[in-house]
């Protein structure tokens, strides 16, 4: 009896561990903020220090990725939705329904630029979504405010441009023209001249690296830093002309569709491409890939248009086109454009199951689809044409909820030089582009001792390449190894005297006489 | 139909007037937000830079002494206020923040070895090598050049520490002494072998116990309570300088003549609870920062180090050419500066972290430290920026005494391995913690 009161009273002074109130099991939404899947500590074979130090990471990144969940509510905006009643459907709404259906403001966003002189219209939006760039064929140029419809400059170059994007901001653009590029201030001044790249015809601009890649009918991939000026990467397809190309904006690979149907991934430090795809049966005319860098769409001349996944290089659907496409847009919410004739077809959720039938179509009357991009933050989508530029309502295309720290619709002249600054101090490395940018800072899986194996000797090649003695042929782990190479590396090595060797030893001291021979120069002393 | 699009009305994005802020809107989602390691890792990178960039550790340098400096200590209860003795007998109170002596005093006739705070007011005690302790108050009325008190003792004194709140300090010279304020002689003989105790030193926190050091490489833990020492550790080499950690009772960080210094636990001695290593000889003197997470050491190579307790090596290394052999470090009391007196007769204060700036930091500016110094810590195992980070320029007799220690060392190490792979009886590898304890002894109750 007494030992129960005992407990009783010693229960009272002991609290039950309450929870913290910010300690929640669950909050909606979290996983789109966790990076990656979290570490066990107690399931760990390590020392007590770094198990807590585990666990306490563990328990902040929950905790950081619940307030990031919760912090959505603060969102102004919601994403757009077209839904049909009844017996219609949403493929079947024109334009000019939408039109009445909708507020001033987005009705004023539905326009038609009938410019039918110049030829077919190349088009970029900048990141913000807020300023518009047009280049014709025939040699129009034009960049506006869209949604304020004011026109910082339109002029006429007087030969072929083939593509047109913005550079970082709204202030520089570049102009793939007849056969250099140009680089021209947003009041239409021409402030460079890329004499290296020549006849391109795409041209992306990648802007967390600050680099600019262009790709022409010789088959060059080249990469020019914009910030610094420098030709960072001359890359060689080998594949010949080249005339699609798109950016994988997660990270910052180049994809190039090919004549022969297949689909090359490059980053400007590697040769070689990081991956190479066989897509289509003929000729890839049009590629997309999405936000996230999860799928890609290409679409070819045999009339097909086929969805990858890029992480895991699968083929998740194929559908049949009428005719190939000739542009493929995919928005920040996953919507799908396909421009193709004179129309353009807009699929939704065609990532995740397969469709019978599109989301919306827009048909452009006798004019042929050149370019197609969907405005960020926006729900509109750009369409260059032959005979000029529309512009249409694609309800849930945009993101709703712009970050100002990152693209702001809304900037201001100080606002946007600030960003410039910043942009230009986090600016990536060309080295630091690779197919899986989450690696960075992150350890490799090579043991220690294979590390220090690869250390050793490597001293040991770099002693004797200093000592001129010949090193031992070791197998090397990078880059292609065939047993050619290896044989003609070793060949080199030893010391054989045979024609080819002479030879050459003779045409270097001819060389060296004629160097060392008196140049006969006319100088002032020979008048006299 | 049901439609709905995104409309914005530029009211909810744009500011009212000019002087309202901007607002900003913010998205988490990491899909807009691309290239956050690569981001991160270039915003470490270029920290690290910066953080080297503006690396300015030397704040002042307070000259007015003769001889060197040989022993410092805090003001009792003025943050900006120290205390230095110097060769000659001469004992200065310094003001920080003016950087100039607020006090001086030519106190003793020999070399002043120790000084102390005492309880009331700003009292402060010294000793010297002249076998007078003199109490000292710098704001008497009449004649503050004149001790309050003065002590005589039997022996020189080679060092003084006072009790934290009653009126009892211990000297060491010969042995450990025991003195009562009110009491012309000492109260008290701590003894346990030894010839002679080079320092005392009482703990704040755990006010009963104190340590002293002795020239027979021991270092002895005394109880008053029991009025006995408790227990008492030899090392291979003479402790130096002694001081307790201002937070935790139980741990103290000792200066060692083997160029390491080594933290303890009084509870278990028989191994170091972490040894602070990189110093190229001797270390004079050690101290904790008010907060107990680090410590600085000044060491007779010249060059005075500054540790985080919990690891191995220094963070940081301070060195002037005009700086000769430090025998005396001070934290300051609000843990930025750190303090030197050395044998050239200068006190200089140090910044304790070398890029940190001076002054009010506002709340964006605290906050922008803050996550430059979290991705520090987050990228700094990489190359690029662990290389940068770590790189500091140190005079070349100490780069080139580093490298033939590292080389001997690492020699025999070698010799060590070897010697162990074909050893019958495989015996466990000594441990860099209780390498270089002989052993500990307790006292038994008598």
Redesign the interface.
């Known amino acids: 009896m007494a030992n129960q009161d005992k407990k009783g009273s010693a229960a009272l002074l002991v609290k039950p561990n309450k929870k913290k109130i910010a300690e929640r099991h669950h909050v909606e939404n979290e996983e789109k903020y966790t990076r990656g899947s979290s570490l066990n500590a107690k399931k760990m074979k390590a020392g007590y220090k770094l198990k807590e130090k585990i666990r306490k990471q563990e328990k902040e990144a929950k905790e950081a990725a619940q307030a990031a969940a919760l912090a959505e509510r603060l969102h102004g905006e919601e994403a757009g939705y077209l839904e049909a009643e009844g017996m219609e459907k949403t493929k079947n709404f024109k334009q000019d329904q939408l039109a009445d259906a909708v507020d001033i403001n987005t009705s004023s966003k539905i326009f038609n630029l009938d410019l039918d002189e110049f030829g077919p219209y190349a088009l970029d939006y900048t990141r913000n979504g807020r300023h518009l760039l047009l280049g014709g064929k025939k040699g129009h140029i034009a960049a506006f405010d869209w949604q304020t419809s004011k026109l910082h400059f339109e002029t006429h170059v007087k030969e072929t441009v083939r593509d047109v994007t913005w550079l970082h901001n709204e202030t520089m653009l570049a102009a793939a023209q007849k056969k250099y590029v140009f680089i021209y201030d947003n009041n239409g001044m021409e402030v460079h001249r890329m004499k290296n790249h020549i006849e391109v015809n795409k041209l992306e601009f990648l802007p967390y690296h600050f680099l600019l890649a262009s790709v022409g009918n010789a088959g060059y991939l080249k990469y020019q830093d914009t910030s610094t000026g420098q030709l960072v990467a001359e890359l060689r397809t080998k594949l010949g002309g080249c005339d699609t190309m798109t950016q994988n904006p997660w990270n910052a690979v180049i994809n190039l569709g090919h004549g022969n149907g297949t689909v090359t991934m490059w980053a400007p430090t590697m040769t070689t491409p990081l991956v190479k795809m066989l897509c289509h049966k003929a000729r890839v005319t049009a590629m997309a890939v999405d936000p996230s860098g999860r799928y890609m769409a290409t679409a070819g001349l045999d009339n097909k248009l086929k969805v990858w996944d890029i992480r895991k290089y699968g083929l998740i659907q194929e559908y049949s086109t009428k005719a190939p496409a000739a542009s493929l847009s995919i928005s920040q919410r996953g919507l799908l454009a396909v421009g193709w004739n004179s129309q353009v077809t807009i699929w939704k959720d065609i990532f995740r199951t397969k469709q019978t039938a599109p989301y919306m179509q827009h048909l452009q009357a006798g004019s042929m689809m050149n370019d197609l991009e969907f405005c960020p933050f926006e729900d509109v989508l750009g369409v260059g044409h032959q005979k000029g530029m529309s512009s249409i309502v694609v309800p849930g295309a945009g993101e709703p909820n712009f970050d100002s720290l990152e693209a702001n619709p809304y900037q201001t002249k100080k606002q946007r030089q600030e960003a410039e600054v910043h942009g230009l101090l986090d600016k990536l490395q060309p080295e630091m582009i690779m197919l899986d940018p989450t690696q960075i800072g992150k350890m490799t899986r090579a043991t220690k001792e294979e590390a220090q194996k690869r250390q050793r000797e490597d001293q040991a090649e770099q002693a004797a390449e200093a000592d001129d003695l010949p090193t031992k042929d070791r197998k090397r782990m990078r880059g292609r190894n065939s047993s050619l190479k290896r044989y003609l590396r070793k060949k080199e090595r030893r010391n054989i005297v045979d024609q080819d060797k002479l030879d050459t030893m003779d045409q270097l001291q001819k060389l060296q006489k004629d160097q060392a021979k008196p140049s006969s120069g006319f100088t002032t002393l020979d008048i006299f | 139909?049901?439609?709905?699009?995104?409309?914005?009305?530029?009211a909810?994005?744009?500011r009212e007037r000019s002087q309202d802020i901007?607002?900003?809107?913010?998205?988490?989602?990491?899909?807009?937000?691309?290239?956050?390691?690569?981001?991160?890792?270039?915003?470490a990178l270029?920290a690290t830079k910066l953080g080297r960039m503006f690396a300015k550790p030397f704040v002042a340098g307070l000259s007015g002494h003769i001889d060197g400096v040989y022993c410092m200590t805090k003001h009792p209860h003025l943050l900006s206020s120290m205390i230095s003795g110097s060769g000659d007998g001469e004992i200065r109170v310094w003001n920080l923040s003016e950087q100039e002596t607020s006090w001086s005093v030519q106190a003793h006739k020999g070399m002043v070895t120790g000084v102390s705070a005492g309880v009331n007011n700003d009292q402060f005690l010294s000793c010297s090598t002249d076998k007078t302790i003199k109490i000292w108050q710098p704001s008497a009325e009449q004649g503050s050049s004149e001790p309050l008190e003065t002590y005589l003792g039997q022996y020189s004194f080679t060092g003084l520490s006072h009790h934290r709140k009653d009126p009892l300090f211990i000297t060491s010279g010969n042995s450990v002494e025991l003195w009562d304020e009110q009491r012309s002689e000492p109260i008290q003989d701590f003894a346990w072998g030894a010839d002679s105790y080079q320092t005392v030193k009482f703990n704040q926190v755990e006010t009963n116990i104190f340590s002293s050091c002795g020239t027979d490489r021991t270092i002895v833990l005394y109880d008053l309570r029991t009025s006995k020492p408790i227990s008492k550790m030899i090392m291979t080499l003479k402790t130096n300088a002694i001081c307790w950690n201002p937070i935790e009772a139980y741990t103290f960080a000792t200066a060692n003549e083997d160029h390491n210094a080594y933290i303890f636990d009084m509870r278990n001695m028989k191994a170091a609870r972490n040894v602070l290593k990189d110093h190229v000889s001797a270390v004079m003197d050690v101290d904790y920062s008010p907060t107990g997470q680090e410590i600085v050491t000044g060491s007779y190579d010249r060059t005075i180090r500054l540790y985080d307790a919990k690891r191995g090596h220094s963070y940081d290394v301070y060195h002037t050419k005009r700086m000769q052999r430090v025998f005396s470090v001070q934290y300051s009391m609000d843990s930025k500066f750190v303090l030197s007196g050395s044998d050239d007769g200068n006190v200089r204060i140090w910044k304790a972290h070398a890029n940190e700036k001076l002054g009010i930091k506002d709340r964006r500016e605290r906050t922008h430290l803050e996550y430059m110094d979290k991705l520090k810590e987050?990228?700094g195992h990489?190359k690029e920026i662990k290389r940068i980070d770590r790189h500091r320029h140190v005079p070349v007799e100490i780069k080139r005494a580093d490298h033939v220690k590292k080389e001997m060392l690492q020699a025999r190490k070698n010799k060590d391995e070897r010697r162990r792979k074909y050893d019958q009886h495989k015996q466990p590898r000594a441990s860099e913690r209780s390498k270089n304890i002989i052993g500990v002894s307790k006292q038994t109750s008598s």
Do not use: A
């Open positions: 139909m049901k439609i709905k699009t995104i409309s914005r009305s530029s909810d994005y744009v901007h607002k900003v809107q913010r998205n988490l989602d990491p899909t807009i937000h691309p290239f956050e390691q690569g981001r991160e890792y270039v915003r270029n987050r990228y990489m």
